[in-house]
Nanobody, 122 residues
């Protein structure tokens, strides 16, 4: 599975963005997908995850209520809708996929995209 993250850009605080994670491979629908982010000088941290069916999602406390993860398996794409953005959300956002694992541990995900940069100005 190859992943391509996109949608990152500069946005003002309070604004919204939608990130996309497009996957190649016809079995993508059987993979769980996670979004992670890494701010300058910080560890990569978990943001959100979604099971292969899309029926179960999981969020970091810092984004709960503001971000929504979803997927369209017909399009081989997972989305991260980000609302009420604040400067603390500034980071490079990565999507990751794994056939067996669903959760917040980045070490468990086998496939990673290249990252898309989100900058939130105050």
């Amino acid at each position: 599975v190859q992943l391509q993250a996109s949608g990152g850009e500069l946005v003002q605080a309070g604004g919204s963005l939608r990130l996309s994670c497009a996957a190649s491979g016809r079995t993508f629908s059987s993979y769980a997908v996670g979004w992670f982010r890494q701010a300058p000088g910080k560890e990569r941290e978990f943001v959100a995850a979604i099971r292969w069916s899309g029926g179960t999602t999981y969020y970091a406390d810092s984004v709960k209520g503001r971000f929504t993860i979803s997927r369209d398996n017909a399009k081989n794409t997972v989305y991260l809708q980000m609302n009420s953005l604040n400067p603390e959300d500034t980071a490079v956002y990565y999507c990751a996929a794994d056939r067996a694992y669903y959760g917040l541990n980045r070490w468990e995900y086998e496939y990673w995209g290249q990252g898309t940069e989100v900058t939130v100005s105050s």
